[in-house]
């Protein structure tokens, strides 16, 4: 099976600008998690998508948005950025088959805003 | 709100020496317990799991137990290798709470030669 998959890989976008970002979950899993990764804050939660309704959310502005397409790809989006959304941006997905909730990651998407 | 708490590191061994990287956690409940290992360049890769309270998990190598008396998940392996290198997170999550994972701040390990 083909793993997580996310793109771009890498990215760069000036303060102000809007960003969107891809993940591919592995094939069957219908929950995507995203989660934002830096060296201040650690590995902090974004939000949850299961079966295209965003089913957690964690504390970050509205400027942060989601949404999961009917195949279970989804995308995130970043409005109005700023130099702090630099981050290494990853997405992980689960089938929810079992009742572990285990995870798999993509490689993420290094966003540097300038 | 739920927390993990990593010793801080970078944790420098040599080859073949003893590893532990202590974890600890708050939460209300009894969460799943994992650790993830995050090579240079790369995402997350679940290294292991314990479910419930005892329970052990192992993989490569690499062990942790569920002790809910002490609410810790140290991570233990018995020789380290140059290829063990890597940032390592402690994580918890509920099962029935979706799927968001609380982590710690990760612990970088440094093996040398």
């Known amino acids: 099976k083909a793993g997580v998959t996310q793109t771009p890989r890498y990215l760069i976008k000036t303060r102000g600008q809007q960003v969107t970002l891809s993940c591919s979950p592995i094939?069957?899993?219908?929950?995507v998690s995203w989660y934002q990764q830096t060296p201040g804050q650690g590995l902090q939660f974004l939000f949850e998508y299961f079966s295209e309704t965003q089913r957690n959310k964690g504390n970050f502005p509205g400027r942060f948005s989601g949404r999961q397409f009917s195949n279970s790809r989804s995308e995130m989006n970043v409005s109005t950025l700023e130099l702090g959304d630099s981050a290494l941006y990853l997405c992980?997905?689960?089938?929810?088959?079992?009742?572990?909730?285990?995870?798999?990651f993509g490689p993420g998407t290094r966003l540097t805003v300038l | 709100g739920d927390s993990v708490t990593q010793m801080e590191g970078p944790v420098t061994l040599s080859e073949e020496a003893f590893l532990t990287i202590n974890c600890t956690y708050t939460a209300t409940g009894y969460p799943s317990l994992f650790w993830y290992v995050q090579y240079p360049g790369e995402g997350l890769q679940l290294l292991l799991k314990a479910t419930k309270a005892d329970d052990k998990g192992s993989n490569k190598g690499f062990e942790a137990t569920y002790r809910k008396e002490t609410t810790s998940f140290h991570l233990e392996k018995g020789s380290v290798q140059v290829s063990d290198s890597a940032v390592y997170f402690c994580a918890l999550s509920f099962t029935g709470g979706g799927n968001k994972l609380t982590f710690g701040t990760g612990t970088q390990l440094k093996v040398e030669l």
């Open positions: 094939s069957g899993h219908r929950s």
């Open positions: 992980a997905s689960s089938s929810l088959a079992g009742l572990y909730n285990e995870q798999f």
